[in-house]
């Protein structure tokens, strides 16, 4: 298993297994598989384009993507302390066994590293507790739920909202508490 950064070398397994992600656990994500089926390759090669606010992370075992998780920093002035961990996905048989939480441990390394960077933030489906789990174990708390967050146009579905701050992780890092 090598964890990396992705570039636009990487855009295709980078679209597969975000189709994939959309089809097996539509209700987690805020887009569709219909919508992102209808997107161009550019659009792709933007997605994991590494900007001075933006990177992709995946784990790749052998030359095959399982796992995801895309780092955005804010961008506003009042708002550069924060950033935010958004399509987190790992493939079905790659799960429960760690491989997502040392994915976003290199994930939060990595952020946690930018400048003044002090808060980086999630939404996961209040129902989706072994995602809890995991970012709890990472040490992050929840601050709040947005009620209704996502609808699939049947159902709606609340999120938790969740955050890390930069010393606690690092606190939680030299402990070896993951």
Not at 15 to 26: F, M, S, V, Y
Not at 46 to 66: A, E, R
Not at 121 to 148: H, I, M
Not at 161 to 174: A, K, P, T, W, Y
Request: glycine share 4%.
């Amino acid at each position: 298993m090598q964890i990396k950064l992705l570039n636009t070398s990487d855009f295709l397994d980078y679209k597969r297994i975000r189709l994939e992600a959309l089809k097996t656990d539509p209700v987690s994500f805020g887009s569709t598989l219909e919508e992102e089926m209808k997107r161009t390759e550019e659009y792709f090669k933007n997605k994991v384009t590494m900007t001075p606010q933006h990177f992709v992370m995946g784990l790749y075992d052998f030359d095959k993507l399982v796992s995801i998780a895309v780092f955005t920093r804010y961008n506003s002035l009042k708002e550069s302390n924060k950033g935010e961990i958004t399509s987190v996905y790992c493939m079905s048989h790659y799960r429960k066994q760690g491989l997502t939480t040392q994915l976003l441990i290199e994930l939060l390394k990595k952020a946690f590293t930018f400048p003044d960077l002090k808060i980086i933030k999630l939404n996961v489906l209040r129902q989706n507790t072994s995602a809890q789990k995991l970012y709890t174990k990472l040490g992050f708390q929840t601050y709040g739920c947005e009620p209704k967050s996502l609808y699939d146009g049947q159902q709606y579905y609340d999120e938790n909202l969740m955050f890390i701050d930069s010393s606690s992780f690092q606190v939680n890092q030299r402990n070896n508490k993951f």
